[in-house]
């Protein structure tokens, strides 16, 4: 149902509107600023292992998501954490894709599509704010379990995990 296709330059006017977006705004605090966007996105992330994917429903770009390898990211992220750890993150860019059961079937076709390309992964974490609470139980219908709250250099956030 969904494609992943890898952020380019293209995307960068509309990863500003979805980052613009009330829903987006407190949770993804980025510039508004497409140079500094695309320092970001096309350049740090990448290098820092973060890569990142624009979510396509029927060929049309609808989100952003984005995985890494927990143990290279550094800057005081995941130092607990094992070799085998990925992470990811995501945002339906428009309202009018929330809510309707997008996110969770998301997670989990893109979660095949990372198995694919990493075959050393042994768990999956995700790290919404406790606040989130939709974006929490979406996480628990795509299969992730709750572990506990945590520490990150972004704030407190509640570490989730799904095993293989
Ligand atoms: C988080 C996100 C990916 C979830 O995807 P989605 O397609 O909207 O999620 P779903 O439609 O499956 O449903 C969300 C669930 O949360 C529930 N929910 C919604 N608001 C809620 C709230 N305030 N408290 C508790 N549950 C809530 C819904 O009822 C639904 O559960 P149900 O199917 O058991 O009734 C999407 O909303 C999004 O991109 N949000 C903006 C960015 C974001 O928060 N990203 C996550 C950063 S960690």
């Known amino acids: ?13 509309l990863l500003r509107r979805w980052l613009n977006a009330e829903h987006s705004k407190d949770i993804w605090q980025e510039s ?11 350049d740090e992330l990448p290098r820092q292992g973060v890569l990142p994917f624009v979510i ?3 060929h049309k770009p609808i989100g952003y998501i984005q995985y890494y390898d927990a143990t290279k990211v550094g800057g005081g992220w995941w130092e607990a954490e094992l070799n085998g750890t990925f992470g990811i993150d995501l945002m339906i860019g428009s309202s009018v894709h929330h809510g309707r059961g ?5 997670i989990k076709e893109f979660i095949g599509f990372v198995r694919q390309k990493e075959s050393s992964i042994r768990s999956i974490i995700i790290d919404p ?3 989130n609470r939709r974006a929490i ?9 709750k572990e506990s709250e945590i520490e990150t250099p972004d704030g407190t956030a509640l570490l989730m995990r799904m095993t293989f």
């Open 1 to 13: 149902m969904f494609t992943f296709e890898r952020f380019k330059e293209n995307h960068l006017s």
């Open 56 to 58: 396509a429903k029927d």
């Open 32 to 42: 508004d600023d497409i140079g500094k966007l695309k320092i970001k996105f096309l």
């Open 137 to 145: 139980r979406a996480f628990e219908k795509a299969g992730f379990v």
């Open 102 to 106: 997008f996110g969770p079937t998301i």
């Open 129 to 131: 704010a406790p606040k």
